[in-house]
């Protein structure tokens, strides 16, 4: 019986032993460590945007091992503001604060949402015409249709150039989507440009537009912001519009053309206390221009996928990636 009652006790010391080790590493991991969770990362209505995202979930999930899951919200859209306040979303890349004035107040001012830093872009738009449209193209045989179109003062004269059925007498004024905050509509009131403002409802329906255009040698007249591949593939010429300091988003004046953004990143507020390194990781992610645009041409004109697109990058800037990592 005393060998039993020992090997029994044995047993007890053994199991006490085990119970706590396991207490130990819990509480060593709580206090300590960091439990990976998931970390949502938003994608966007466009390209530039898609392939940096991607750029990040691969880092995160190859090089810290994290699981990452992607979620969509339209470009600085009310969905994407309370989807990061919330906590549905985590962190998204590319943020102009040029296109979310009114959301950057109620939520980013008020602390419901996070910046975490500039991604590293700086931003801006122009109003584009094909180069054919003011200057010869001999090697396609097209005269050129408005050869002294330079600024918006000479677009008036052009109106019925672009105009089509539906939008004459005015001209055809090509933007994405009003959600994109650009407010076009009253900056050509305010400068008295006679063209109506036609909205395709994204990046893909405005440059499929421009591409059959293109094809065709015809007149479009389009926004498009910068950094991006069209301008270069398509050949394109910014029309100028005047630059004021005090333009909207900065004030509520119109009469001049868009302002230079810093790209900021937005952050849910809980990922910092919750996965603290992949939230440092995410705020030291920056990214260039050339860089952004770099992968982009990749994804349109070498047929990559976003993923291709932001491995060949990633596999070509070891140093660079490397040092966002905590």
């Excluded at 019986?1 to 010391?13: A, K, S």
């Excluded at 080790?21 to 439990?35: A, F, K, P, Y």
């Excluded at 019925?160 to 055809?172: H, K, M, V």
């Excluded at 952004?292 to 041409?297: E, F, K, N, Y």
Aim: overall charge negative.
């Amino acid at each position: 019986m005393n060998g039993i009652f020992g090997i029994r006790y044995l047993l007890v010391l053994g199991l006490i032993g085990i119970l706590m080790s396991v207490v130990s590493v819990g509480c060593s991991t709580l206090t300590g460590g960091e439990s990976k969770g998931t970390v949502i990362l938003v994608e966007q209505d466009w390209d530039g945007q898609l392939v940096t995202t991607a750029l990040a979930k691969l880092i995160l999930e190859e090089e810290m091992d994290y699981t990452v899951e992607t979620k969509f919200a339209p470009a600085d859209s009310a969905q994407l503001f309370e989807g990061l306040a919330t906590g549905e979303m985590h962190w998204v890349c590319c943020n102009w604060p040029s296109f979310s004035a009114a959301l950057l107040e109620e939520y980013v001012d008020t602390g419901k949402v996070s910046r975490s830093g500039q991604t590293g872009i700086k931003g801006t738009s122009h109003v584009y015409v094909p180069r054919y449209v003011i200057e010869v193209d001999s090697e396609r045989g097209i005269a050129p249709m408005a050869p002294d179109l330079k600024t918006h003062n000479d677009l008036n004269k052009y109106k019925d150039l672009f105009a089509t059925a539906d939008t004459s007498p005015n001209g055809r004024f090509v933007d994405f989507t009003p959600g994109w905050d650009y407010r076009n509509e009253e900056r050509l009131a305010a400068l008295g440009i006679d063209y109506e403002v036609v909205f395709t409802g994204s990046e893909a329906a405005s440059f499929a537009e421009l591409d059959a255009a293109h094809k065709r040698g015809e007149p479009i007249l389009l926004v498009i912001w910068t950094p991006h591949w069209a301008p270069v593939k398509y050949d394109l010429v910014p029309i100028q519009f005047p630059h004021h300091p005090d333009c909207y988003p900065v004030t509520e004046r119109f009469d001049c053309g868009y302002t230079v953004d810093d790209v900021y990143k937005l952050t849910w507020p809980g990922l910092e206390k919750d996965m603290p390194k992949a939230y440092e990781f995410l705020k030291n992610f920056q990214i260039t221009n050339d860089q952004q645009t770099a992968m982009v041409i990749a994804k349109t004109d070498e047929g990559q996928t976003d993923v291709e697109a932001a491995r060949i990058w990633k596999d070509a800037n070891q140093d660079t990636w490397k040092a966002w990592i905590p």
